[in-house]
Nanobody
Framework: VQLQASGGGLVQAGGSLRLSCAGS????????IGWFRQAPGKEREFVAR????????YYAESVKGRFTISRDNSKNTVFLQMNSLKPEDTAVYSC?????????????????WGQGTLVTVSS
């Protein structure tokens, strides 16, 4: 499966953005999708994950209550709605696919990665 993230940009603190992860291929719905982010000088970190059906979602503590992950398998797309953005949310956001069904939160658990999209939150 091939993935492409989009929707990043510059936003003021307190604002919102919606990221999209578009997938190609007939097996998209068989993959859980995770969002990760990498800030300058820091390691990539887990942000959110949705199961294959979208029925189970998981979030990093730092974004819980502010971000919402969802998916539309009919359009091969996963969304990350980001509200109440903070300057510390500034990072390159990437989506990744995992064929496994057990919730996973580390980069090595994901088999396919898309290019990232830059989110910059100004104070």
């Amino acid at each position: 499966v091939q993935l492409q993230a989009s929707g990043g940009g510059l936003v003021q603190a307190g604002g919102s953005l919606r990221l999209s992860c578009a997938g190609s291929g007939p097996t998209f719905a068989r993959h859980a999708i995770g969002w990760f982010r990498q800030a300058p000088g820091k390691e990539r970190e887990f942000v959110a994950r949705t199961s294959q059906s979208g029925g189970a979602t998981y979030y990093a503590e730092s974004v819980k209550g502010r971000f919402t992950i969802s998916r539309d398998n009919s359009k091969n797309t996963v969304f990350l709605q980001m509200n109440s953005l903070k300057p510390e949310d500034t990072a390159v956001y990437s989506c990744a696919a995992d064929v496994g069904t057990i919730a996973a939160f580390t980069t090595s658990d994901y088999e396919y990665w898309g290019q990232g999209t830059l989110v910059t939150v100004s104070s």
